[in-house]
């Protein structure tokens, strides 16, 4: 069974902190972490051709990439497929109580195998320790399905012939995808051939059976978690094959905070704590598809309807998201709670709308992309208008980050909008640019914020930066927790998140229209030297190298200046936006994408009562704060959200 175990951090993943993401999934390998030699030198990546000198740890050595794609292709099929409808039925009948304790039985079973490779490698505490547990447990836990000894604090000592051999001097050697274990390398999966042999169970049937059908009862509380960050994802094999590359090294953290913290962007790493709470409130979503006629394609997006009639609120998520993110999921959640039905879609930034969607081959001129938006909105309306037609009521679109731009872009053409598109009655952006320039500057800014660390300290200050990052996961924070990051590392985590988001537009516009600017090959199969390449881009370079010259084939010139502060500057549509009385805007004074103008020019276009502005949070740092939960709900008022489900609530 795929023991990728999806943390309630991991779930939470929203795109603007990818990059914590990527780190949180130390949790996510096949079998447990074996640890290299830690004197093997670091592997990077070349300086940016933006002439700046940051490098970044690469993955694990991956030769046969194209195998090992394959092989996660077959793993996410089975588990969504196979192993997710078979879940949903097993967690009916089976409560979650006595899942866990099938679970502990499952892991004190592995007894034998733990005591022989502690005794391998010379940990006689290990072995006391190990027996100890396992005699408590077996006696007076009823076989192991209560874990007593953990509860009385009896040290575990996990160990595996993995473990054993790297003890020997054994080198981890390649990447290795196995089917339906996961992640491995070859000197781990050798060991599982040993483990396996070292449990008694594999030599009686039908025993033998025991050890699988442990795995599949413990998969059964993450499979959902796994498969919608395989979904979610544009590129999922990339993201867990550097996340438990990373996590291989099994080194500590240096945990002090060594300078000044930054508080804006420290508070905007809280919004990866920001998420649903139900863990079964996904599940309840349907998944449905359109077709849009301008691709001839179907995009799909995932609803989640009241039992009555109530206003649909139409979600667009930030930069590059997809709509079953964490960010996008838990405000779905907090607006099905309060009465009003939810659907998202993903970012026009995100592979599944540029390639199903999108009438530009590169999202890049926002009038373009926000009809793109438009039109995919137009059409998911229909649909639901055609089945539920007594259960839709008002019309609302919310966006947040640069979903909250584009519709307030929308909402300045409100009066213009073509017939035939979807009008909406209240847009409600939450966190929103108003300058996309001064944004994407700031972003570029704190990718160099680690500049100022001497050359000699800068990789290894980068590298300890992400065991922190590792470290942090493992603690499971709650919002609110105070994160050990300073200004130069927090900044940094930001800015590398979106420009992991940022590789993959590019990457995937350059498959379908190569620009010829890359210099690697580009295939689906093969993709991490391309990576390479493309993580080396700014956003000023996207801009300048890959949007510039492509909207100049489709006479849009992003030289001029006029039609620069049309697209990217709201500005520019003042008085439109002034007009509009059922725009909602909600931010936060210290968002590091606002300028001070532009925060002066929110409270002089708005009215007081459509803007709401709060002192902290960075960029979607409080959403998980119950004054800004009360503000967003707020925003709706006078709708008419379904009473029935507002009362359940209370």
Not at 13 to 31: D, G, K, T, V, Y
Request: proline share 6%; glycine share 8%; charged share 20%.
């Amino acid at each position: 069974m795929i023991i990728l175990k999806i943390t309630p951090e991991l779930r939470i993943r929203p795109r603007l902190l990818a990059a914590l993401a990527c780190f949180i999934l130390e949790s996510s390998q096949a079998q447990p972490i074996t640890p290299t030699a830690t004197n093997e030198p670091t592997t990077v990546i070349a300086p940016s051709l933006a002439g700046d000198s940051i490098v970044l740890p690469t993955g694990f050595n991956d030769p046969i990439e194209p195998f090992n794609r394959a092989m996660w292709g077959f793993n996410k099929g089975f588990a969504t497929w196979v192993v997710r409808p078979a879940s949903k039925t097993y967690r009916r009948v089976v409560f979650k109580p006595v899942r866990t304790g099938i679970g502990n039985m499952g892991k004190n079973l592995t007894f034998p195998g733990k005591l022989l490779n502690n005794m391998l490698q010379g940990k006689w505490a290990g072995m006391g320790q190990e027996t100890e547990r396992c005699i408590c447990n077996t006696v007076l836990g009823v076989g192991g399905f209560f874990d007593l000894a953990t509860q009385w604090g009896i040290p575990r000592s996990d160990a595996s012939f993995g473990q054993t051999f790297t003890k020997w001097g054994w080198k981890p050697g390649s990447y290795l995808m196995l089917p339906v274990f996961g992640p491995s390398d070859v000197r781990d999966g050798t060991g599982l051939v040993g483990d396996a042999a070292a449990n008694p169970m594999t030599y009686f049937f039908p025993f033998s059976w025991i050890s699988p059908g442990v795995r599949a009862n413990d998969f059964t509380d993450t499979v959902e978690g796994a498969v919608r960050f395989s979904q979610a994802e544009p590129d999922s094999y990339s993201l867990l094959q550097y996340a438990w590359s990373f996590a291989h090294q099994n080194r500590k953290a240096d945990m002090r905070v060594i300078g000044e913290q930054d508080e804006a962007s420290l508070e905007t790493l809280q919004s990866a704590l920001f998420t649903y709470q139900d863990a079964e409130f996904p599940a309840r979503g349907k998944t449905r598809s359109v077709l849009i006629p301008a691709t001839g394609k179907k995009l799909e997006f995932t609803f989640w309807l009241q039992p009555g009639h109530a206003p649909v609120v139409y979600l667009v998520p930030g930069f590059g998201a997809h709509r079953l993110a964490g960010n996008e999921l838990g405000l779905a959640e907090l607006l099905y709670k309060n009465g009003f039905s939810a659907v998202t879609l993903s970012s026009t930034f995100h592979p599944e709308f540029m390639e199903h969607a999108s009438t530009s081959d590169l999202p890049s001129y926002p009038p373009a992309d926000v009809r793109d938006l438009h039109v995919a909105l137009t059409a998911i309306d229909r649909r639901l208008e055609a089945k539920y037609r007594d259960r839709l009521g008002s019309r609302v679109i919310m966006g947040y980050s640069m979903g909250g731009f584009q519709l307030l872009f929308l909402a300045a053409q409100a009066a213009t909008n073509d017939a035939p598109l979807v009008k909406f009655e209240r847009y409600v952006a939450i966190d929103s640019p108003i300058n996309l320039r001064y944004g994407v500057t700031n972003l570029d800014q704190f990718y160099q914020a680690p500049l100022v660390w001497p050359p000699e300290e800068r990789n290894a200050n980068i590298q300890n930066m992400l065991l922190k990052v590792v470290a942090v996961s493992e603690q499971s924070p709650q919002p609110g927790a105070v994160l050990p990051f300073n200004a130069v590392e927090s900044k940094f985590l930001i800015s590398m998140a979106l420009r992991l988001t940022l590789r993959d537009v590019i990457f995937s516009s350059q498959l379908r229209h190569n620009q010829g600017v890359l210099k690697q090959p580009l295939e689906k199969s093969r993709r991490r030297a391309a990576y390479e390449e493309i993580m080396q881009y700014s956003f000023i370079d996207y801009i300048d190298k890959f949007a510039t010259p492509y909207n100049k084939t489709k006479d849009i010139d992003l030289k001029d200046p006029v039609i620069v502060r049309n697209a990217t500057n709201l500005r520019a549509y003042t008085a439109e936006l002034q007009a509009n009385p059922n725009i909602r805007v909600i931010a936060n004074k210290n968002d590091f994408f606002l300028a001070a103008e532009d925060l002066a020019w929110m409270e002089a276009t708005f009215a007081s009562a459509q803007v709401t502005l709060f002192e902290h949070g960075g960029h979607l740092g409080n959403l998980s704060q119950p004054a800004v939960q009360q503000a967003i709900v707020g925003a709706l008022d006078g709708l008419g959200a379904c009473q029935s489900r507002l009362t359940m609530n209370r």
